[in-house]
Structures are given as structure tokens and as C-alpha cells.
């Protein structure tokens, strides 16, 4: 958020870091904008990679509408990307995403919070969308961390997204044979 590249962003609650007041350790990153307060409500929320959508809706009120996203690295594992607390939601279920496209909008859970982004990643090929705090090891992965690793990985190795090739197709005119 706050930019396709996450400019105009802080991380006010890290990954794995303890909160006495919830009990347990953090789940994600909390992605606010640099203005603080509600200063990022409505603000557009990015898909991290290209991905599919495995789930889109509002699982809890501690949730908020929250989703989903399904992803293949280059090195053949599934990652899975999680945005909450969401203002609304841009994606239908099943819908292929590409990098850098908006998916929603930051929210508050309805009011709940002020408003930001609890974003998580995953390493799964089910859909659990567990807990954000929690006393025990999970499939949860260090967001900022992974993403870091995998920063620039050459976009042949990643693969294109059905969108993208929508969209080369209706650029260049092409024909899909069909037989
Ligand atoms: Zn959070």
C-alpha cells in the first residue's frame, strides 16, 4: 500500500512481535500510512505478486473483509499473501491478480481499529486464516523478510498472470488458435 512499491508506509507492529495486551505474538506486519491516524483509510491495497484469489470475504468482526492470495516462487513452493481489515474488497474469488494490482482498500474492520493493513504471509497450500496473535509455531512467515529474498526474481522465472496475458493479448491483437 501507499504505493505499488509500498513507499509513504511504516510497520507499526512487527512480525513475531509480542503483544502482552492480545497475549500472543503478532502474525504479520501492521502497514500504516505515514500520516498516522486514519489518515490511510481508503487508501489502495497492492497484491504482492502475481497470485490467484483463494479467498475474499469477512471470515470474523476481528477480521474484517480480509484476502486471500495463492502464489507459485521460482522455486516451486506455495506462498500465500493475506491483507484484513480491509474497507472493501476489488477481487472476486478464483480471480487471477497480477503484481501491483489494487485488490481493496485499507480499512478499520468496521471500526474496530484505526485504520491499516494487517498483512501476512503464509507457506501453504490450504486456507487457514488462523489467529494474529498466537503462543506457538505456524506456517506464518516473516512478510518483510520474504518478500526481500525474493525481491527481483526474474519475472520469466515467476511466470505471468492470466491477467497479464489478457492484457498482451488485447495490446497486440493476437489470436488465440483455438482447434
Ligand atoms: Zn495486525
Request: charged share 20%; proline share 4%.
Amino acid at each position: 500500500m501507499g504505493s505499488a512499491h509500498g513507499a509513504f508506509t511504516y510497520n507499526a507492529q512487527s512480525f513475531w512481535e509480542m503483544n502482552a495486551r492480545r497475549g500472543g505474538r503478532h502474525t504479520g506486519d501492521d502497514i500504516n500510512g505515514i500520516g498516522g491516524m486514519n489518515t490511510d483509510l481508503g487508501d489502495p491495497v497492492y497484491a504482492v505478486a502475481n497470485g490467484l484469489v483463494v479467498y475474499a470475504g469477512e471470515p470474523s468482526p476481528g477480521w474484517g473483509k480480509t484476502i486471500l492470495l495463492a502464489h507459485r516462487t521460482h522455486d516451486g513452493r506455495i506462498l500465500q499473501s493475506m491483507y484484513s481489515h480491509l474497507d472493501s474488497i476489488a477481487v472476486p474469488l478464483d480471480g487471477f491478480v497480477s503484481r501491483g494490482q489494487v485488490i481493496g482498500k485499507v480499512g478499520t474492520a468496521d471500526g474496530r481499529y484505526l485504520a491499516h493493513l494487517h498483512f501476512e504471509l503464509h507457506e501453504a497450500d490450504g486456507i487457514s486464516l488462523g489467529a494474529g496473535y498466537v503462543n506457538y509455531r505456524t506456517n506464518r512467515l516473516d512478510p518483510t523478510g520474504t518478500i526481500g529474498q525474493l525481491r527481483g526474481s526474474p519475472t520469466a522465472d515467476l511466470g505471468l498472470s492470466v491477467a497479464q496475458i489478457v492484457r498482451q493479448i488485447e495490446r497486440e491483437n493476437l489470436v488465440i488458435p483455438i482447434r
